[in-house]
T-cell receptor
Framework: LAKTTQPISMDSYEGQEVNITCSHN???????ITWYQQFPSQGPRFIIQ???TKVTNEVASLFIPADRKSSTLSLPRVSLSDTAVYYC??????????????FGTGTQLKVEL | NAGVMQNPRHLVRRRGQEARLRCSPM?????VYWYRQLPEEGLKFMVY????????ESGMPKERFSAEFPKEGPSILRIQQVVRGDSAAYFC???????????????FGPGTRLTVL
């Protein structure tokens, strides 16, 4: 499993765009990049997943450069409720179950007024 | 459709007692995973089960820990003779049966917070 590196913490203000970058220099050809969000006292929640280029859904965008050695989670116009820990996961996590997720320490995002 | 349910949400045990944690996967999900989260750390995989089978227990401590997912009823994570170092949040996740190519998302429960006195 590829090791990931993320900033330990980030601070932002409501209404700003937040970009969290994850480094994964040893990503393998079959690996996907997935981001989870975890609020205090709750289980993680899937946000977005991608393999290359750009992926966008209703809550976030994921930018992956051509070499795939890093990825950036972009949260548009954050609010106080986006305060959470964000985890970047890399692995061959496709269909079939048995895909144990490997979480790092994540990035603690704090959004203020 | 109810999400993944775990009980109890909080469990307090004294050293040497047994802790039994329950997880009911989402309806239609046949894969169950258990993770442990220590304070200020990310989740660590423990075990992956399907109905009546342990598929991957590479993250389980060799002693005192066991897990099952019977044909009927919830998945159980059992910790015998608990020690203070077992104090953590234990999360269960479930995913649906594989049906083809694509990501098989794991849905997490709210966790059980175990405190060992």
């Amino acid at each position: 499993l590829a090791k990931t590196t993320q900033p330990i913490s980030m601070d932002s203000y409501e209404g700003q765009e937040v970009n969290i970058t994850c480094s994964h220099n040893n990503i393998a050809t079959n690996d996907y990049i997935t981001w989870y969000q975890q609020f205090p006292s709750q289980g993680p929640r899937f946000i977005i997943q991608g393999y290359k280029t750009k992926v966008t859904n209703e809550v976030a965008s994921l930018f992956i450069p051509a070499d795939r050695k890093s990825s950036t989670l972009s949260l548009p116009r954050v609010s106080l409720s986006d305060t959470a820990v964000y985890y970047c996961l890399v692995g061959d996590i496709l269909t079939g179950g048995g895909n144990k997720l490997t979480f790092g320490t994540g990035t603690q995002l704090k959004v203020e007024l | 459709n109810a999400g993944v349910m775990q009980n109890p949400r909080h469990l307090v045990r004294r050293r040497g007692q047994e802790a039994r944690l329950r997880c009911s996967p989402m309806k239609g999900h046949s894969h169950v995973y258990w993770y442990r989260q220590l304070p200020e750390e990310g989740l660590k995989f423990m075990v992956y089960l399907q109905k009546e089978n342990i598929i991957d227990e590479s993250g389980m401590p060799k002693e005192r820990f066991s897990a099952e997912f019977p044909k009927e009823g919830p998945s159980i994570l059992r910790i015998q003779q608990v020690v203070r170092g077992d104090s953590a949040a234990y999360f269960c996740a479930s995913s649906p049966t594989a049906t083809g190519g694509g990501y098989n998302e794991q849905f997490f429960g709210p966790g059980t917070r175990l405190t060992v006195l």
